[in-house]
């Protein structure tokens, strides 16, 4: 259990950080958190000869608050994310996934960059940020781009993201009025639990409590984080009654693709979704108030 | 590459060259001798490493020390300042918030981080907190508390209060013996250890579940630098190794065939574990597959492969006992239920990794420093390997992490390290991974239970039939003694006329199994509490009702020859009915609400060794015929009082491995001995210093190690007498000694100095020492085959009344609550019997309703780690009420019997029970998760559906 010899580069700057992946690549990762990357060393799940350290880069951590939402660097720690005091009104939603996720030891390492473009199908955050409208802010040393976040990760530990280019931030933008989101979630412990599968809601409501808004996105069910369209269309313009909510929970489901593994079969985590999602869409709408 | 690199630790600054891909868990323990952090997954899954940065508890084995040079670490070493324990440390020592204490400095630090933040947490505040720490040992009851209370330490309170003299005799709760030293990360686990000049070895395990051992070439690995011995089944002896005498069959490294993934096949000793490990890679193997087995009721089948050539089947061991006429019975019987229960394959997880180091004289000793259970059967077992005599081998049992049966027999780490240090003449250490850990197994058989009871109209059980496979994996290990424990102990707790059981132990292609907490019981005493609260529900009795009509009466030979001295079961039903309010709950909570009652009790001790004959070189001697007694006794202390007659040093070989028992035998010396036990020292872990014991298993030591020290201590007590008599004017027959006095039966104003009178006793006749030893009664047990297995000085009792919810949607269930009562005779220490009921508690509800080793068709095990084989969280474990009965054993010492596995029994049932009621669906099959109950849910509505139907047919007819 031995990590074998490895080289770990320092990068200053995000510039410094992508010149050395172009350099390296593809014997290449970088490391943040480190908490899945040291794991996947140790067990040889991939073998690499330098790692690119991203920790003395300040500028990728933090939350700030900007004009149309609010910027979590790709280095801020999930402990960081829970405990700011900008996650706070309809932001809170947040704090589903950050409060629950993995351990106090491992969330105080993690990153929120490593849990979303780290692309486990399992991780928690992709949902919650996909259901939240959030768009992930990709740099290289030739510029920057701006992806939707359910257009980020592609397969399981697959994105995107190209050679020399790092997630750099996540945005999520600011809720509109009468907005609510929840994740819901299932593990088989209290804590310290990989999710079977989880659901995030996103809604904001017209003055007349119709929907207008409506994002649904699904974890741990598919290769990658599971954007649910065919609800928003199903949802948008309709009062959120029980119909909607088992019709909602029904295309979610249907959207679902996942497999049969230690934790629960196929058949079972498609049940869940259809459970969770009705469970998520009724604390996303408490969350609206009155 | 190295590096010099400079870290800030505990305040301190440390300069040392390390590569960059080191962790700082290794650079800790491996390059500046912090051995307080602790190695526990590798993988930041339980905690044990955690260490705080600027503050934070994080887990050390997932940071790179290459990156933190630039924090401030704190580990556990750094919290106490001069020798005081903190406010906290204090805390956990006091209200038993450690056992084993290999999990204690990372729950320490992470509490130490929260209280930092936030002085005064909630209860869910600290569940939060801790939830990354895993603790195997105390059902995280004692460490709640320890954080709950302490404020009052750091205020000075009630708690941290000294309060005069405290007794700390028989029936204290003093604080464990050793429990600052784990606090402090002071305590000395075997991977702890470094000897000057060590190396250390990996052995290479099969990556196939079955197949022959066709061509092995070894130069690649032997050519590596740094590589000092490798080893092949072509250099090691053809003496095949085991635990029952009957069935040695394991190969020390495989001959020519390998049974299991991870069956060792190679074993390199190198500069350090991490050329060690590359060595392994370099050593080509080339298998011919053959079919896997991983079931066992394939295995028996007609035409199966054979795991064990020289045996005619895959069933090793088959056993039948009958006694009444079970058929007649059932004939006779009101009611006879039948039904058919599957077990899980629970494997201990003990938080620390087994581990050995050796080393040997250049006039051929060995010194074997081991994480075991039972220092004797190793040093037996080596000596037999080895072909040297027992007088030869030193066994040095350090701190233990934990056990639970899985360090209950000698390990491939104790043997290949013994080897490999032969071969390169230097000390050699060998620990497990976790991955490791699970290959090796010893494990939990899945027993499948085919059950059958039949009772009369109030219920009274007229007869009991079993047929139980049990699924041993590739080698015997324990597994005789188990198949014959599933029987044999069903019919200590209730009074069964007739009894028949057929149990078959059977062979397949997975870790072996062995000897987990309550060996062998727990399952089938899982599968026949289900069917008694089943047949309760049937028959329209309260199922704690059922219980008392046919519960076990003191001084009563059962069925099956085993004879029940004290029991005080009915007590324990009563006392946990009326404690859970069972009247006003049991049929009226609602629906996702429910509650269940288990019962269960263990042995004190096993009434016979495992090898019978004496204590000596066996492998050229044949086997001794059986007689019912003892050959030898299986306890043994010397109690030897300093020159100055302030001090007693106890020893005596018995195995502390995290359950108390060094504390509770110094309580016991003491009291005999008549010294406070604060005056005691004890040697427990050097096999050269302490008289044989016979170690850490059938939850025997406080009951027979407890009668070899107390005997030890009264004989040091009565050649001080005629001293004392001469100073006090007295008759010697007059003299009493208590707390450091000696003193006149009825006159305690006529006394004097305990010291002084051992002093007396030196000065006139030199060291001032005591014996004691133990065997159990002889002609214990009947005269039918097997008939020694469940035999034991005195029995168990136990009552266990579990609350939970389940989202009968999801099918989660949060085990809610748990009310115990046991019978354990008198208690020592009360605390160190709670802690132990508590433990087992969060390990049965645990194995109930999550835990299981899960393999594929090709034997691959799936989940070997602690993220995909789950034990319970702080915040899964439930809120536990543990409490006493009265009682007093006769044939104990100061009247005591067991705890430590005994209260595992009780759980499984319990838990199983409150989950049907919760559900209206019995799991007849463990774990039971969320995916089988929401299924079975479906499956009876379904069923309930077509019932109705069914029933409305004629009318629509018509």
Request: some cysteine; proline content about 5%.
């Amino acid at each position: 259990m031995h990590i074998p010899s490895i080289e770990v580069h320092k990068a200053a700057t995000l510039q410094e950080a992508s010149a050395l992946l172009g350099r390296f690549s593809p014997d290449v990762r970088l490391l943040a958190g480190g908490t899945d990357v040291l794991v996947d060393l140790k067990t040889a799940r991939f073998s690499v000869g330098h790692l690119v350290a991203l920790g003395g880069i300040k500028k990728l951590r933090g939350v700030t608050e900007e004009r149309d939402g609010l910027r979590i660097g790709a280095l801020t720690t999930i402990t960081e994310l829970d405990r700011s005091p900008l996650v706070a009104g309809a932001y809170a939603a947040l704090r589903d996934a950050t409060s629950r996720m993995a351990t106090p030891q491992v969330r105080n390492a993690a990153t929120v960059g490593g849990n979303v473009a780290g692309a486990v199908p399992c991780a928690d955050l992709p949902p919650i940020l996909i259901a939240m409208n959030a768009t992930a802010l990709l740099s290289s040393d030739k510029g920057e781009r701006t992806v939707a976040l359910e257009d980020l990760v592609v397969g399981p530990r697959t994105t995107v993201l190209r050679d020399n280019e790092l997630l750099a931030a996540v945005n999520v933008p600011r809720p509109p009025e009468r907005f609510g989101a929840a994740y819901a979630r299932f593990g088989l412990r209290e804590a310290n639990a990989i999710a079977v599968a989880g659901v995030a809601v996103a809604l904001a409501l017209n003055d007349d409590r119709t929907v207008r808004s409506a994002r649904i996105a699904l974890c741990a069910v598919a290769p990658a984080p599971k954007f649910v369209k065919e609800a928003t269309r199903l949802l948008v313009g309709r009062v959120l009654d029980e119909r909607a909510c088992a019709q909602a929970a029904a295309l979610a489901m249907e959207a679902a693709e996942p497999i049969s593994d230690l934790r629960g079969s196929a058949e079972y985590r498609r049940e869940l979704v259809g459970t969770l999602t009705r469970r998520a869409l009724a604390a996303a709408h408490q969350r609206i108030g009155r | 590459m190295f590096t010099a690199r400079t870290f800030t630790i505990n305040g301190q600054q440390y300069d040392v060259a390390i590569e960059d891909g080191e962790t700082l868990l290794d650079v800790l323990r491996d390059r500046l001798h912090l051995t307080g952090t602790k190695k526990g997954c590798d993988s930041g899954d339980c905690g044990a490493c955690t260490v705080l940065i600027d503050g934070e508890p994080l887990n050390s084995c997932l940071l790179l020390a290459s990156t933190v040079e630039d924090r401030s670490i704190t580990t556990i070493e750094g919290l106490a300042r001069n020798g005081e324990l903190t406010p906290l440390q204090k805390s956990f020592v006091a209200e038993g918030g450690l056992q084993c204490g290999y999990c204690t400095p990372g729950m320490v630090l992470s509490a130490t981080a929260l209280l930092e933040r936030n002085p005064d947490p909630s209860t869910d505040e600290i569940k939060d907190a801790l939830a990354g720490n895993l603790c195997r040992c105390t059902g995280y009851t004692g460490i709640l508390r320890a954080v709950e209370r302490c404020k009052n330490y750091l205020e000075g309170g009630q708690c941290a209060k000294p309060r005069g003299v405290e007794p700390s005799g028989v029936g204290a709760s003093i604080p464990r013996i050793d429990a600052a030293d784990k606090v402090t990360g002071r305590a000395l686990y075997t991977a702890d250890i470094s000897l000057p000049y060590m190396v250390h070895g990996k052995i290479l395990g099969s990556p196939i579940a079955h197949g022959l051992v066709k061509r092995i070439d070894v130069s690649k690995a032997k050519a590596l630098p740094g590589v000092l011995a490798v080893l092949t089944g072509a250099d090691v002896t053809d003496t095949k190794h085991g635990v029952s005498p009957a069935r040695y069959d394991e190969d020390v490294l495989a001959k020519d065939k390998v049974r299991h993934i991870g069956d060792p096949v190679a074993a390199v000793a190198a500069v350090d574990e991490k050329t060690a490990e590359r060595a392994l890679k370099l050593i080509e193997v080339e298998y011919e597959r053959l079919p896997v087995l991983t079931d066992a009721m394939e295995a028996i089948k007609e035409g199966a492969p054979l795991i064990h050539e020289k045996y005619k089947s895959n069933i090793c061991t088959t056993v039948d006992f009958n006694f009444g006429d079970v058929e007649t019975a059932f004939k006779e019987s009101h009611y006879v239920r039948e039904e058919t229960f599957v077990g899980n394959n629970v494997f201990q997880s003990p938080l620390e990794p087994h581990a050995s180091i050796s080393t040997w004289s250049h006039d051929g000793n060995l010194t074997l420093y081991t994480s075991t259970q039972v220092p004797p059967y190793v040093q037996y077992m080596m000596a037999h390997l080895l072909h040297i005599p027992l007088g030869k081998i030193r066994v040095i049992r350090p701190a233990v992490g934990g056990g639970f049966g899985t360090k209950a027999a000698t390990t491939p780490l104790d043997i290949c390290s013994a080897l490999l240090s032969r071969a390169c003449g230097r000390p050699v250490k060998m620990v497990y991974s976790r991955e490791e850990m699970f290959q090796y197994g010893r494990g939990r058989h899945k027993q499948h239970m085919k059950i059958k009871l039949g009772v009369d109209r109030e219920g009274k059980i007229k007869a009991v039939k079993s047929e139980v496979h049990l699924d041993g994996g590739a080698y015997t290990s324990f597994g005789v003694a188990t198949a014959y424990y599933a029987g044999s102990m069903i019919p200590t707790l209730y009074k069964i006329p007739n009894y028949r059981y057929d149990g078959y132990r059977v062979m397949t292609n997975k870790p072996a199994c062995g000897a987990m907490r309550g060996h062998g019981v727990p399952q089938p005493r899982f599968a026949f509490e289900c069917l008694l609260s089943m047949a309760a529900d049937d028959l329209g009795i309260d199922p704690i009702e059922i219980r008392r009509r046919n519960a076990m009466t003191p001084n009563t030979m059962t069925v099956n020859d085993l004879d029940i001295g004290s029991c005080e079961f009915s007590a324990t039903l009563d006392a946990v009915a009326g404690k859970s309010a069972w009247k006003d709950k049991y049929g009226k909570l609602p629906k996702g609400k429910g509650i269940g009652i288990g019962c269960g009790g263990f042995v004190s001790g096993a009434g016979y060794c495992i090898y019978r004959g004496q204590v000596q070189l066996s492998h050229e001697k044949g086997r001794e015929p059986f007689q019912k007694k003892s050959i030898f006794p299986h306890a043994n202390a010397v109690v030897r009082v300093t020159e100055d007659g302030e001090a007693a040093v106890l020893m005596i070989g018995a195995a502390e491995i995290g359950q108390g028992s060094d504390t509770v035998l110094v309580q016991m010396c003491a009291q005999s001995l008549g010294i406070p036990a604060s005056r005691m020292r004890m040697q427990s872990a050097d096999s050269e210093i302490s008289p044989l014991d016979l170690g850490a298993y059938s939850s025997r030591v406080t009951f027979m190690a407890g009668h070899a020290v107390s005997r030890a201590g009264a004989m040091v007590l009565e050649k001080m007498k005629p001293y004392a008599a001469a100073l006090l004017g007295c008759a010697a027959s007059e003299v009493e000694a208590r707390d450091g006095t000696v003193f006149v039966r009825g006159d305690a104003s006529r006394s004097v100095l305990w010291a002084e009178v051992a002093r007396k006793c030196f000065n006139a006749d030199g060291p001032l020492v005591g014996t004691g030893w133990y065997k159990p009664p002889e002609g214990l047990g009947g005269d039918y085959k097997g008939a020694t297995v469940g035999t034991s000085p005195a029995y168990s009792f136990g009552s266990s009344v579990c609350e939970v919810s389940v989202d009968l949607e999801t099918g989660k269930v949060k085990i809610d609550k748990f009310t115990d009562y046991h019978d354990c005779g008198t208690p020592i220490n009360p605390q160190g019997v709670h802690g132990q009921v508590e433990g087992a508690i969060v390990m049965g509800a645990g194995e109930t309703v999550m835990e299981g080793v899960a393999f594929g068709d090709d034997g691959q095990l799936l989940n070997p780690n602690l993220h995909g084989y789950l034990i319970m969280t702080i915040k899964d474990a439930p809120e536990i009420f543990s409490g006493v009965v009265d009682s007093y054993e006769p044939r104990g010492p100061f009247g005591a019997k067991e705890i430590g596995e005994g209260s595992t029994l009780p759980v499984l049932g319990a838990v199983a029970h409150a989950i049907a009621n919760a559900t209206g669906v019995w799991i007849k099959d463990l774990p039971i998760t969320p995916e089988k109950i929401v299924n079975a849910i479906r499956q009876k509505k379904a069923a309930d559906a077509a019932r109705r139907e069914r029933r409305d047919e004629p009318v629509t007819a018509k």
